[in-house]
């Protein structure tokens, strides 16, 4: 396929299937609701344990006909907030299970993930292929689910693209649930060492509590080791003491594992944010199919974490979809949104795509996966529809001809258009060509919505020579568009 080096053919044809994915108000989260006060507390626990057991039996029963129906496992959900809460009651009392299980309920509530948006989706072929049919893929796709309060959390729908590119979502249960945290997680005392040095804490109270860390600690020998230094620098403030204590733990806890129950339908889990560092949002995960070498790969992805008042990138790991592993991201061009790894390693070193200063594309090798510390500017607005700024639309995919690259750039009215540019295969520095005219731009129909004149992807995928792309429509829904790839690289200049 021959590159045009001086002015593009024709704009690629882009073909809209008829699949939107549309937010579901019915897919409703059961999550923790716990008053501001302990007076409150308190007293609603009062209340319940002033009720005869015939009372609480008739609450119950009206509780779970209303509820049991939204969830799976009503039962066990409100008896593990019952013992959330335990520690409230004003004495160790032996209750009936009926009334732990309405207490429970009480301290609990449904949040509605999709309420706003299910946009920015990321495709990846499923881990899966058995039972496919000659010609067709089966994928996951992710979404950035946007509820009450401009929350973000990570869900998922699969579906198959068939040998004419005909594209079926399969239709999810109405139930979602969050993973549970592994517990036994154990850190390497090198790399987290490094990773404070990073933030800047290298002060004494640190390195007494790393000195006092085996080679891999879990996050109780942390706070027990935390505990044990405040005690003997007791000369110290406390208060003085708190930021460092506070930014330890927080990394601690932003590099966690999270399992799912090995039944549960893909679409039915839901990651949540549940770390310090993802407080206020986990949004717009790249996910990519990644290489290790021969035949083996594992499914990586770039997040952004926004925890109120900063964005951080951040990583995510799994093979299955099941088991994931959260890891913090560090360095000194770690930093902005829409970091996008490269789905193997490009002579012998990992490599990312990233936006460092809000408007430019970079280009990141580093030889760890967890630390990125130089980057080279690729790529500067060029075209009116891309004069405000550039960014990529997840990671590259590799062709006989380079990298492609979704791109998307803004232009007027903020308006958000999808492009494409190519690199080097050996040298991804190299931009081998670009569209001079966007790939997809807001139809009509696609102009209203949350954010309105927008279009946005998170990552493509190849079927059958074909780019398929699923986008977000003006930050609300999830269309899907397909192209040819040799059409693509044909218009670029």
């Known amino acids: ?57 008739t609450l119950l029963g009206q509780v779970l006909k209303e509820f049991s129906g939204r969830h799976q496992k009503t039962k066990d959900i409100f008896l593990a907030r019952f013992e959330a809460i335990r520690h409230h009651l004003v004495s160790d009392l032996e209750l009936s299970e009926a009334r732990k299980i309405v207490i429970g309920s009480y301290f609990t509530h449904e949040y509605s993930l999709e309420a706003a948006a299910l946009f920015n989706p990321s495709m990846v072929p499923h881990p899966d292929q058995s039972g496919v049919l000659p010609g067709s893929l089966r994928f996951v796709l992710s979404l950035r689910a946007t509820g009450e309060g401009h929350l973000s959390s990570i869900t998922f729908r699969t579906g198959e693209i068939d040998a004419n590119n005909t594209i079926t979502i399969s239709t999810p249960t109405r139930f979602v649930t969050e993973p549970r945290s592994v517990t036994d997680l154990t850190y390497d005392k090198h790399r987290f060492t490094r990773q404070l040095a990073e933030l800047g804490y290298k002060d004494e109270f640190t390195q007494r509590i790393l000195a006092n860390l085996g080679e891999s600690f879990t996050l109780v020998e942390l706070r027990s080791t935390i505990t044990l230094v405040q005690y003997h620098l007791g000369t110290i403030k406390a208060s003085d003491m708190a930021p460092v204590t506070k930014a330890i733990l927080d990394l601690a806890l ?18 949540f944010p549940h770390s310090p560092s993802q407080s206020n949002g986990i949004e717009d995960a790249r996910f990519v199919c990644f290489r290790l070498g021969g035949s083996k790969s594992t499914y990586m992805a770039t997040y952004t974490a926004y925890d109120g008042r900063v964005t951080r990138p951040q990583l995510l790991e799994t093979s299955d979809f099941k088991h994931f592993t959260f890891s913090v991201l560090s360095g000194a061009v770690v930093e902005n949104k829409g970091m996008a790894l490269f789905p193997r390693k490009i002579n012998g070193r ?13 280009i990141m090798f580093s030889d760890e996966l967890y630390f990125w ?34 791109s998307h750039g803004v232009g007027a009215m903020r308006k958000y258009s999808i492009g494409a540019f190519l690199l080097d295969r050996h040298d991804p520095t190299k931009v081998l060509g670009r ?29 059958n020579k074909h780019l398929v792309i699923p986008y977000a429509v003006s930050d609300t829904s999830t269309r899907f568009a397909t192209v040819p790839i040799a059409d693509v690289l044909a218009a670029m200049v």
């Not at 090995?262 to 679409?267: C, G, H, N, V």
């Open 254 to 271: 932003s590099s966690c594992q999270l399992r799912f129950p090995t039944d549960q339908k893909l679409s039915e889990r839901v990651i």
């Open 1 to 57: 396929m021959t590159i045009n080096s001086t002015t593009s053919t024709s704009t690629p044809v882009v073909k809209r299937s008829d699949v939107c994915i549309n937010p579901d108000h019915e897919r409703v989260l059961i999550r923790p609701f716990t008053p501001a006060s302990e007076h409150r507390i308190v007293k609603i626990i009062a209340r319940l344990l002033a009720l005869t057991e015939t009372e609480i039996e």
């Open 350 to 362: 990992y490599a990312m795509l990233s936006r460092q200063d809000n408007e430019n594309i970079y």
């Open 435 to 463: 569209l001079h005219e966007p790939l997809i731009t807001p139809a009509e129909d696609e102009r209203e919505g949350y954010v309105p004149n927008v279009v946005y992807s998170c990552g493509a995928l190849v079927h």
């Open 373 to 406: 510390n130089t980057a080279e500017l690729i790529l500067k607005p060029t075209f009116a529809w891309e004069f405000v700024q550039l960014g990529n639309c997840g990671s590259p995919i590799e062709t006989d001809q380079g990298w492609l690259v979704l």
